[in-house]
């Protein structure tokens, strides 16, 4: 008889390992769909820098495509930013003539270790400070940290979702 309780529980316990599996791929499911083709509101006023530096972002210059990163983060900035991965995946998409920017969004208390990262990798990507958090709160960005970056259309509606440095089948995709 303890046998055979055993057996009930050991199948048990792998039917709730399969199942929330099943749940998880199905919540990463829903939150894809319900972004797809959902468009990114910024607000009007954006503190858009380079290396610390005021940038301004020319409009006469329209990317056909442009990745959105959003970061949140009061941990490791640096580990976060992957500027040096970002930087390959500029001069990967630069090489093969597509028209893509990218753009980061961060909200954090440490902009000052931002623009000394960027000037230590001497990254140009451009990084809005979003000190309030206002474009996550106005767009109610996932709260999964891996579904913070995005594939924009000019018309800034969401393509993919997901980020193409953490992720090769996404990178693939992007």
């Not at 199905?26 to 610390?52: A, C, E, H, N, S």
């Not at 940038?55 to 959105?68: C, E, H, K, N, R």
Request: glycine letters at 2%; aromatic letters at 12%; one cysteine or more.
């Amino acid at each position: 008889l303890p046998r055979r309780y055993s057996l009930i529980l050991l199948g048990g316990f792998f039917f709730t390992l399969l199942s929330c599996n099943y749940f998880a791929k199905q919540r990463i499911y829903d939150i894809v769909q319900k972004w797809q083709g959902k468009t990114i509101i910024f607000p009007d006023t954006l503190d858009i820098k380079v290396q610390g530096k005021e940038a301004i972002l020319d409009d006469s210059i329209q990317p056909t495509y442009f990745i959105l990163n959003y970061i949140d983060t009061s941990d490791c900035l640096s580990c976060d930013l992957k500027l040096y991965e970002w930087q390959l995946l500029q001069k990967e998409l630069d090489s093969l003539n597509i028209n893509v920017d990218i753009l980061f969004v961060v909200w954090t208390n440490q902009y000052d270790n931002l623009e000394h990262q960027q000037r230590v990798n001497k990254c140009m990507i451009p990084c809005v400070y979003d000190s309030k958090n206002n474009i996550a709160n106005i767009n109610e960005f996932p709260t999964e940290s891996y579904l913070h970056t995005f594939l924009l259309d000019s018309m800034n509606q969401v393509l993919l979702l997901g980020n193409p440095i953490n992720n090769e089948s996404i990178r693939k995709l992007y």
